[in-house]
């Protein structure tokens, strides 16, 4: 069984940073891509920002020059660290890993709230 667990949410202030983790269990190779999306309530789910197998990363313009997304491919992890953070941010944000070829899977969501 393939899963995606995120952890790392919680409650901050606005300016304030946290980081979010990805694990990937049950895969014994890495994902071509990893990536981070995120819902609010009563808007779409939006791609926040991807990284590949070889480290190319892309983020959302809102995200840009805030958040950073990284991975350890030894571990099968991804993480996204996330500063001077606003209430738009505020959302469930999910993980989500692609094998091209292979498996497709979502994680079950961590949330973040950002208060002013």
């Known amino acids: 069984q393939v899963r995606l667990v995120e952890s790392g949410g919680g409650l901050v202030q606005a300016g304030g940073s946290l980081r979010l983790s990805c694990a990937a269990s049950?895969?014994?190779?890495?994902?071509?891509?990893m990536s981070w999306y995120r819902q609010a309530p009563g808007k779409q789910r939006e791609l926040v920002a991807t990284?590949?197998?070889?480290?190319?990363?892309n983020y959302a313009d809102s995200v840009k020059g805030r958040f950073t997304i990284s991975r350890d491919n030894a571990k099968n992890t991804a993480t996204l660290q996330m500063n001077g953070l606003k209430p738009e941010d505020t959302a469930a944000y999910y993980c989500?890993?692609?094998?091209?070829?292979?498996?497709?899977?979502w994680g079950q969501g961590t949330q973040v709230t950002v208060s002013s």
């Open positions: 989500y890993a692609v094998r091209l070829g292979g498996v497709r899977v």
């Open positions: 049950g895969v014994t190779l890495s994902f071509n891509i």
């Open positions: 990284v590949s197998s070889g480290g190319s990363t």
